[in-house]
């Protein structure tokens, strides 16, 4: 079972590599490439989020190796059967504006992930998760650090971290689940 990314790790790494893309986004991509097609490559990813880097540079290659524990840590979060999966966004200790503006980032580089992979269903359920995610995506980050507020916004985590999931389960069935009718019998 892997563990939960940390963001402050990740969003050191990412700092350090030539790239406009935040952590929460980049990672909200690579969460779409899965949902869409699960043989993509680290370089894949890569490609899309970094405009160059040195691996001789050893921040850069620190920073990459981080990256590519986020990738393989990515993959087995969303391969995992007891639904261990979680965004990568601003934690508790972060306030609730911070947290909120890494989920809607997180959301707005998973819709682009989606749309990279040429994402095509006629499932009215994922269809509408990810209507429902893009909503998300454009809500207003300048939330007030309440505690009504907060109890909302780990709902909609939990909504965006399941829906993710589902939408992840409908295109990419997992193998391990399916019974052939001919077992059945």
């Known amino acids: 079972m892997s563990q939960p990314i ?18 929460s986004s980049a990672h909200g991509l690579l969460c779409g490439f899965y949902c869409v097609k699960q ?3 680290l370089d894949d990813w890569l490609n899309e ?4 880097i040195d691996l001789n540079n050893l921040l850069e290659k620190g920073a990459h190796q981080i990256l590519a524990e986020i990738f393989n840590n990515t ?18 200790a972060s306030s609730l504006r911070e947290q909120a503006s890494t989920l809607i980032e997180w959301c ?11 994402v095509e269903t006629s499932d009215e359920e994922v269809t509408e998760m990810i209507k429902d995610i893009s ?3 454009q809500l207003d980050a300048d939330l007030m650090d309440t505690e ?13 971290r399941i ?23």
């Open 49 to 52: 989020i970094l405009v160059s």
């Open 135 to 137: 909503e998300i995506s």
């Open 148 to 160: 009504d507020n907060a109890q909302d916004f780990y709902e909609i985590v939990e909504f965006v």
């Open 108 to 118: 707005q580089g998973f819709l682009v992930g989606l749309g990279l992979s040429s």
């Open 163 to 185: 829906g993710v999931l589902f939408i992840q389960e409908t295109l990419q069935p997992s193998k391990q689940d399916f019974i052939s009718p001919t077992q059945l019998h």
């Open 39 to 41: 043989d993509i490559e």
């Open 75 to 92: 993959s087995e979060q969303l391969g995992d059967p007891t639904l261990n999966f979680w965004p990568v966004i601003a934690d508790d």
């Open 6 to 23: 940390n963001y402050e790790l990740a969003k050191d790494a990412i700092h350090k590599l030539n790239t406009d893309d935040t952590i």
